[in-house]
């Protein structure tokens, strides 16, 4: 199992920058959310992935615990581990995650092991 990685954070004149990923073979998405929405329960065996929550309203299921993370916050979810992701009400708008996967990324990859919508 890959260790976290750390973002890395600089400060410049003109403002900063946060760095996710250096010279690392990784695949970056944006995943968005609709209002009273929520993907599968889901695990991978071959990537870790990194969200970064680009909006407030974002909640996360992570191995049975279920959170409401800040806007800017990093989690970490590593192989093997149970995630989902939800939009918070059906009266507030989308939210969209930061997704950067680590490992081996094929869509093929997805155990669901809960889906509203009937897929496998």
């Not at 992701?85 to 155990?111: H, K, M, Q, W, Y």
Request: one cysteine or more; hydrophobic letters at 35%; aromatic letters at 6%.
């Amino acid at each position: 199992m890959t260790s976290k990685p750390a973002s890395l954070h600089v400060d410049k004149p003109w403002g900063s920058f946060d760095q996710y990923v250096l010279n690392t073979p990784c695949t970056v998405k944006i995943l968005t959310c609709n209002p009273g929405q929520k993907l599968s329960l889901q695990r991978h065996r071959h990537r870790n992935e990194l969200w970064v929550a680009l909006d407030s309203g974002v909640v996360v299921e992570l191995d049975g615990r279920i959170f409401t993370p800040d806007k800017g916050a990093e989690i970490w979810l590593p192989v093997g581990s149970t995630h989902r992701l939800s939009c918070a009400g059906s009266g507030s708008s989308p939210v969209r995650v930061l997704e950067i996967s680590l490992g081996t990324f094929d869509e093929n990859d997805i155990e669901r092991l809960e889906d509203v919508y009937g897929r496998k």
